[in-house]
């Protein structure tokens, strides 16, 4: 089983169990961004556009856009900090995600091994696992 993700970042969060069939289908490309992170309709806009996902066709087969929609769902971010729907739903753009990363120098975004502020496993070590814990941040040099 993989390891679990946070549902909410917040006091309220909850660990939940990483779906499998969305780490093998999502992060494929790119982390496997905690549900938490985005509200549910976010989610489901998401999953209704797979083939034009930013740029790239993600298409996947309506059992498995059916599976990871329930899930994603269920687990979605729903207190105020997540429950604002982000422009273009992507997390990056959350006023939270700007306010969490208002440290972070322009240089730092531009390096080689960071790109953007999607490729979250650049400084957060084991993002990979669902863990956003400050203690595994580390800023590539």
């Keep these: 089983m993989a390891a679990p993700v946070m549902?909410?970042?917040d006091r309220r969060s909850q660990q939940v169990p990483m779906l499998s069939k969305y780490q093998q289908e999502c992060?494929?490309?790119h982390v496997a961004y905690p549900p938490g992170m985005l509200p549910a309709a976010?989610?489901?806009r998401l999953l209704n556009n797979l083939p034009h996902h930013y740029g790239t066709d993600a298409s996947l087969d309506p059992a498995t856009v059916k599976q990871l929609a329930t899930w994603l769902t269920n687990y979605a971010g729903t207190y105020t900090r997540a429950?604002?729907?982000p422009p273009e739903d992507r997390i990056t753009r959350?006023?939270?995600f700007i306010r969490q990363h208002d440290e972070v120098s322009a240089a730092t975004w531009k390096l080689p091994a960071v790109k953007s502020?999607?490729?979250c496993i650049a400084c957060h070590t084991q993002s990979d696992k669902g863990?956003?814990?400050?203690?595994?941040?580390r800023i590539p040099r």
């Design 7 to 9: 549902a909410d970042n």
């Design 27 to 29: 992060a494929a490309c």
């Design 42 to 44: 976010s989610w489901q």
């Design 83 to 85: 429950n604002e729907t």
């Design 94 to 96: 959350s006023p939270w």
């Design 117 to 119: 502020a999607a490729n």
């Design 131 to 137: 863990d956003f814990n400050e203690r595994h941040i």
